[in-house]
């Protein structure tokens, strides 16, 4: 079962403009976790946020969580044509349990 | 610092047989998961293995089974094969004490069921 829905579905931005994804889950976590992947091979850890957090940075990445919305942003800016991928929320409701993802925003950058 | 490996890359089956996909954890890393991940969709857990002991499962039939060794590697095991089995098998392993804070995949295995 998926505990995450990304939105959009998909999104299509002009290299160098920002891409912003969200995600909506359904019960509490214990974190939040994005994830890329590359032309559906393995996925690559991008970045974590405790439920006790509102905002981290990595890089040209910015997440953001709203445990009261139940809700999660990630924000790409200044987009690269390699940050064309899939971007995957994963959530676990504790330290011992499994995580879970969502189906995923297939981002495309356009030259 | 070797990462996750997997193996077979790519296979090829009919339906009804049986297969066996292979893991290889990271170095240092006990704990591996693995996740089937249909095309378009995210990957779906189907469990976890700890100190060579079943730690959680998805909501996948018995006929999907696992294996962990004393080195920490793992196989998954699905029997009977339906074509709807037909998928991404991702493999991922985590470090000690930070079992669901990072996974570490690898590049996956394509199982195509004919």
């Known amino acids: 079962s998926q505990q995450g829905e990304e939105d959009p579905q998909a999104l299509s931005i002009q290299e160098g403009e920002n891409a912003t994804m969200n995600c909506s889950y359904k019960?509490?976590?214990?974190?939040l976790q994005w994830y890329r992947q590359n032309s559906g091979r393995g996925l690559v850890h991008l970045i974590l946020?405790?439920?006790?957090?509102r905002e981290k940075h990595s890089g040209r990445l910015r997440v953001t969580l709203d445990t009261s919305k139940k809700s999660s942003s990630l924000l790409i800016t200044a987009s690269r044509a390699a940050d064309t991928a899939s971007y995957f929320c994963?959530?676990?409701?504790?330290?011992?349990?499994?995580?879970?993802f969502g189906k995923g925003t297939r981002l495309h950058i356009l030259p | 610092e070797t990462g996750v490996t997997q193996s077979p890359t790519h296979l090829i089956k009919t339906r009804g047989q049986q297969v066996t996909l292979r893991c290889s954890s990271q170095s240092g890393h006990n704990t591996v998961s693995w996740y089937q991940q249909a095309l378009g969709q995210g990957p779906q857990f189907i469990f976890q293995y700890y100190r060579e002991e079943e730690n959680g499962r998805g909501n996948f039939p018995p006929r999907f089974s696992g294996l962990q060794f004393p080195n920490y590697s793992s196989e998954l095991n699905v029997n009977a094969l339906e074509l709807d089995d037909s998928a991404l098998y991702l493999c991922a392993s985590s470090p000690r004490g930070a079992t669901n804070e990072k996974l570490f995949f690898g590049s996956g295995t394509q199982l195509s069921v004919l």
């Open positions: 994963a959530t676990a409701k504790n330290r011992d349990d499994k995580i879970i």
């Open positions: 019960t509490s976590i214990n974190n």
């Open positions: 946020i405790r439920s006790n957090e």
